[in-house]
């Protein structure tokens, strides 16, 4: 264990004693260089990916950070940690301002700039002013905060700020996990996206059934034995979070269909009379026996799912 160190004068209201540098304990079959090893267990962590934006006098500073998190609804708080070699850490001050731009699935290119990782056919970012600080245009949202405090925090610093302005638009989050980008999957859509030489003999192997107005035609946690294409009317679909229609022509259970222990994700419903095509696990996986090149297509379908976004 080493000796306390003393905070930097700028937070010693905050932390009047440093906590000391600690060696930590790896786990079994993590050998070698802790600091490498701790990084690794950190990124293990997913998060989203956020511009910090800064004012100083015209000129607008930005940063890509994941180290963001709220912490408090009332007074509305949130917490910044910014590398202490980092310019935007001397932009920021108690009573300064700074803007959250939390960024949106295709802004790969955005966090790659502001984190110093310029190309040359990146469009410049353009700014909109609010509460006199800077947000990046485009963003999934924005918030504005004022440095209330700021905390030592070893080889970083933690900035907190009250929140003046927040607001967020439609769309899928950017994700930072293990040092990549990645995206939330939530397009449940697999077999319609099958060419339809391929899907139809799919198809053709499936019996009909009729259901009555608000009937449930599945429920989340039943087991998914079956994929439905619906062949006339509407359908209600729940999902956390979600709440949509599909109409003629849309496939239902698609995922559950594929994956035998997992169960219903969604309860579905019918909106009005409904008739619908049902294809068992047992029909699908005789047809795919059948025709290797729907095997092979719908890996495909599959495997573009998990391809990251950069
Ligand atoms: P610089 O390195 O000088 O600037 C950053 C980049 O932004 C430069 O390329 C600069 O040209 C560009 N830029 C700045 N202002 C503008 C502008 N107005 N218009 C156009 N371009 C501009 N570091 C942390 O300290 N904390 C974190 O939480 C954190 N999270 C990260 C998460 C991810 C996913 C990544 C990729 C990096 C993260 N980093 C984090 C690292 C951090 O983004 C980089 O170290 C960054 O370079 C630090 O910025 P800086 O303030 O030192 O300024």
Known sequence: MGGAISAPEAFGASFDLAPGVETFELGEGLEGDPAFAFRRT???FATGVTILTARVAEQVHGMTANAFMSVSLSPPLVLISIDRRAKMGALLHEGTRFGVSVLEARQT??????????????PEPTFEIVHEAPLVEGALAHLVARVVRSYWGGDHSLFLGQVEFAR????????????????????PRVFALLPPELLEPILALGVERSYADAEAIM??????DELMLVLEGT????????????????LIGEIEVLDPGGG???DI????????????????LTALEADPRAAIALIE????????TA
Not at 109 to 122: K, N, P
Not at 168 to 187: K, Q
Not at 301 to 308: Q, T
């Open 42 to 44: 950190l990124g293990m």
């Open 109 to 122: 290119d955005l966090s790659d700039r502001f984190a110093g990782r310029i190309s040359d056919d990146v």
């Open 168 to 187: 967020y638009g439609e769309g899928r989050p950017l994700l930072f996990h293990g040092g990549r980008y990645e995206r939330l999957i939530e397009d």
């Open 219 to 224: 429920r989340a946690g039943d087991p998914g």
């Open 235 to 250: 359908v209600r679909v729940r999902r956390p979070g979600r709440d949509f229609m599909l109409g003629v022509g849309e």
């Open 264 to 266: 219903r994700i969604a």
């Open 269 to 284: 419903t019918a909106e009005g009379p409904v008739r619908c095509l049902a294809i068992s696990r047992d029909s699908l």
């Open 301 to 308: 379908v599959l495997a573009a799912r998990f391809r990251e």
